[in-house]
């Protein structure tokens, strides 16, 4: 039986701690920094692995109208899981903006209908050529 006394112990646990956390790291990398790019007009988010994500504010709720020095203020949470805009209020999980979620539910909603709201030439061009195949097959009554 091998009997360590407190120091010992602890530094034990602080080994073991690190280990843990160096093998959570290799799975789940976290944020390390965050910084706006004026020139591009994106935010790019930098991984401990050497990963990087990068996407433009003008798409995430509450920095569409934020200045590039507001935009410059992005502070990475303590978790490294977040980023963070004091000026701004604003919260933004990164593992969400990933994933393409780039507010809550009501913001991606009211996103997709700017986009169905957006006109163009192309999109004009082909709803004239649909209503000249009569416009939008009709709905199908549903059979109770």
Known sequence: MVV?????TR????EKARAAAQAH???HPRVVSAQYENDKCKITVHFSNGMEFSF????AQGLVDATPEQLAEVEVSASGMGLRWDSLDV???VDKL???FLGTKAWMQQMGQKGG???SEAKASA??????KGGRPKKKAVAK
């Open 25 to 27: 790291e290799a799975v």
């Open 11 to 14: 530094r034990l646990q602080i």
């Open 4 to 8: 360590h006394n407190k120091a010992e």
């Open 117 to 119: 709201q957006s006109t």
């Open 98 to 100: 990933m994933l393409g």
């Open 127 to 132: 709803a004239r050529k649909n209503g000249k």
């Open 91 to 93: 919260d933004l999980l």
């Open 56 to 59: 433009p504010p003008v798409l």
